[in-house]
């Protein structure tokens, strides 16, 4: 069965750019979520979407967004970049709630964005 | 709001050796999930074993096993007959068992060095 695939792996971009990265879970998980890691924050929470619905969101201002799709794949856009911006981005997924496997997330190998 | 705290930024074990890794957490809920995910040079978090805080009894996975102590907050990781594979970013995480969102909060993780 295929992981959770993040596209793209690796991107550049300028302040002031915008840039979209994408997550397609695992088949049949319904919940995606992602995170940014940083050295000077760590890990830290940025939203998860179930059902195409935003059900929690991170201490992120409102340039971060996301979206889910009918199909589950899910999008986060980040807008007027700024070179704090620049980190590893993860996106993880899991099962619906009701399984025994709902409570633990799988994560992608992260999209790196450097912003200059 | 939880915290998740590592107190090693770094430890090193000699191959086949054992080593435990430290993560206390602080939270007022009574039901909740932790998690010991490691994240190898590749940067794809992987998960090593979860535990709920329910159970009693302390999980084990093949060479990993944990030692929960519900009351003090901690949740410990042991590697027995550590191998160079082993050698990682180790973070520690808490997720709550409340509601449906599978927020996870991560400490700031122990790097584990395995020496041949």
């Known amino acids: 069965k295929a992981g959770v695939t993040q596209t793209p792996r690796y991107l550049i971009k300028t302040r002031g750019q915008q840039v979209t990265l994408s997550c397609s879970p695992i088949?049949?998980?319904?919940?995606v979520s992602w995170y940014q890691q940083t050295p000077g924050q760590g890990l830290q929470f940025l939203f998860e979407?179930?059902?195409?619905?935003?059900?929690n969101k991170g201490n992120f201002p409102g340039r971060f967004s996301g979206r889910q799709f009918s199909n589950s794949r899910s999008e986060m856009n980040v807008s007027t970049l700024e070179l704090g911006d620049s980190a590893l981005y993860l996106c993880?997924?899991?099962?619906?709630?009701?399984?025994?496997?709902?409570?633990?997330?799988?994560f992608g190998a992260g999209s790196r964005l450097t912003v200059l | 709001a939880q915290t998740v705290t590592q107190s090693q930024p770094e430890m090193s074990v000699q191959e086949a050796e054992t080593v435990t890794l430290s993560c206390t957490y602080d939270?007022?809920?009574?039901?909740?999930?932790l998690f010991w995910y490691k994240q190898p040079p590749s940067r794809q978090m992987i998960l090593v074993i979860r535990?709920?805080?329910?159970?009693?009894q302390n999980a084990t996975e093949n060479r990993f096993s944990v030692n929960f102590q519900k009351a003090a907050k901690s949740f410990s990781l042991k590697i027995s007959d550590s191998q160079l594979g082993d050698a990682a970013m180790y973070f520690c995480?808490?997720?709550?068992?409340?509601?449906?969102?599978?927020?996870?909060?991560f400490g700031s993780g122990t790097q584990l060095t395995v020496l041949p």
């Open positions: 535990q709920e805080a329910y159970k009693q």
């Open positions: 088949s049949g998980h319904r919940s």
């Open positions: 995480a808490y997720r709550s068992a409340k509601g449906s969102a599978r927020q996870l909060t």
């Open positions: 993880a997924s899991s099962l619906a709630s009701g399984s025994s496997g709902a409570n633990v997330l799988t």
């Open positions: 979407y179930f059902s195409e619905t935003q059900r």
């Open positions: 939270t007022s809920e009574s039901d909740y999930y």
